[in-house]
């Protein structure tokens, strides 16, 4: 009996479709989707409401297709007249082999080729799977939007929002609202982001919120895109990385999470968050290597070291900073400080968190300033280890009215203040008399200088020392000059001023009246006072 009625079903089926035939050849002006092909069904139903209203009623397995697209379900009903299609339970669509569609109600319009999903909505294009309870879905365009929340699962990456917008031709999936996106390494957070479930993409064009590392790392941008598959990133528009050591401000950012590199460009910045051996490093480039906690800045590069209210700023053509311990590996170090050196750190793992196991390296143009003394030299050397400052190729500090040089000189800080100077070959000491032409003069093959609270306190030449003394009275009226050579001259001072002079082991000197000699013969061989390329202010060094 069955047989009989799908047989006499195909002859009314065949019927109509060729009375269709011919009026669509009739009216050969329209532009619409081809008809829906009826394929199979366990039972099937024809009803005529009118001559212009035809419904087919599909029961059991039900299968249609339009072009390359086939549409399953549990049961169908087929509109002839508008071409269009409503199904039931288990609906599967396949649009030729690329994207499959799944629900438990459709609703699809043959001649737009749009349909209408609800109730349990799955999507996959082979990479990655969307689901949500309500989904239009394009066929010309391979275009599918959920408006009201969804989720897409890539491998190990999920991704909700409340609106979401599905390009099956480029894999591409734009999420709006509240948009979280899960991976095993990151989590992210923003209104807007568009995905690409082959290349595994992120791209990003709203306020971004991007955590790594556990949590403990967390980067905020604007613009930018990620590669989750292979862990490198884009990031601009002042993007923010703020770890549990550090932040990093830049305009322009390149992250490789793989290879813990990094590029920071325009305006970069690096804020230390450590009280005790803090610093801060400004550059228009700087490149880093998270693995390794090296910092390599150029192009107007400046280090703050953190002081309190006298924080010293350097500045050079390029400035480099690494791990002790791991110099050492490759070259000595040596220890200068009169106290014994520290245990090293043998345990890599505990050097690494050692915030103190850190030194410098500035190359060319090199500026020092802070409020109690300032400098300039070729290249330096700064370890947090011993907290001194060796500086190499004619090197110049100032402290107050005061300068000294000489070919090498190392600076000793103390709890964020000079505490000692040490210049050796050629050092010498300069002084301007109050607002004289006039200077105290100290020469040898080194010298060294003591301060206290952040003020030199005496000075000790030694070596062939030399010295021009000129003496002045209560009421700082000059009663003389002193030119002599001594072994070893101390000099004592008195609020940053030459007070007193002491000469040890074979004196040898004149008193000369003032108006008696020539101040400009009786100065000290190698004399130059070079207040002229003295950083006077710290904006001298940020506009280095």
Known sequence: MRVKFLTYFLLLFCTATIAHAQRSGQDTGKTEGKRIEILSAETAHLLFVDSLHKFQSLVGKAHVKQEKTHFYADSMVYNEADNSLEAFGNI?????????????????????????????????????????????????????????????????????????????????????????????????????????????????????????????????????????????????????????????????????????????????????????????????????????????????????????????????????????????????????????????????????????NKYFEAYFNVKIFSDSLQATCDSLFYSLQDSVFRMFRSPIVWAKENQITGDTIYLYIKNKNPERLYSFENAMALSRVDSTQYYQQLKGTTINALFVEGKINSLRAKGSAENVYYGQDEKKRFIGVNKSTSDIIDVFFDDSKPKKVIFLHNLDGTMYPMRQVNHEEIKIRGFKWLDSVRPKTKFDILGN
């Open 92 to 356: 599967h669509i396949n649009d030729a082999d690329s994207v499959h569609t799944y629900s438990q109600y459709l609703r699809y319009l043959g001649k737009e080729k749009k349909a209408f999903l609800s109730k349990k909505v799955r999507l996959t294009d082979g990479k990655g799977e969307l689901t949500t309870e309500e989904l239009e879905y394009d066929v010309t365009v391979k275009i599918g939007t959920y408006l009201n929340k969804g989720k897409v699962v890539n491998k190990k990456t999920v991704l909700t929002s409340k609106e979401g917008y599905y390009y099956g031709d480029t894999k591409d999936v734009i999420f709006k609202g509240k948009v979280v996106l899960i991976d095993p390494e990151y989590k992210v957070l923003t209104d807007t982001l568009q995905y690409n479930s082959s290349t595994e993409i992120a791209t990003f064009t709203s306020p971004t919120t991007i955590y790594s590392d556990s949590g403990r790392r967390t980067i905020k941008t604007r613009q930018g895109y990620f590669d989750l598959k292979n862990k490198k990133g884009i990031l601009n528009k002042r993007s923010v990385i703020d770890d549990s050591t550090y932040t990093f401000t830049a305009d322009d950012m390149a992250v490789d999470d793989s290879t813990k590199l990094s590029e920071f460009k325009g305006n970069a910045v690096y804020r230390g968050k450590d009280t005790a051996n803090g610093f801060d490093m400004i550059a228009n480039n700087i490149k880093v290597n998270r693995k390794k906690d090296i910092l390599l800045a150029t192009e107007k590069p400046i280090l703050l070291i953190k002081q309190g209210r006298d924080s010293i700023y350097v500045s050079a053509d390029t400035l480099y900073s690494a791990r002790l311990t791991d110099l050492e590996k490759s070259r000595r170090v040596p220890w200068i400080r009169d106290s014994l050196p520290p245990k090293r750190l043998l345990d890599s793992a505990k050097a690494e968190k050692d915030s103190s």
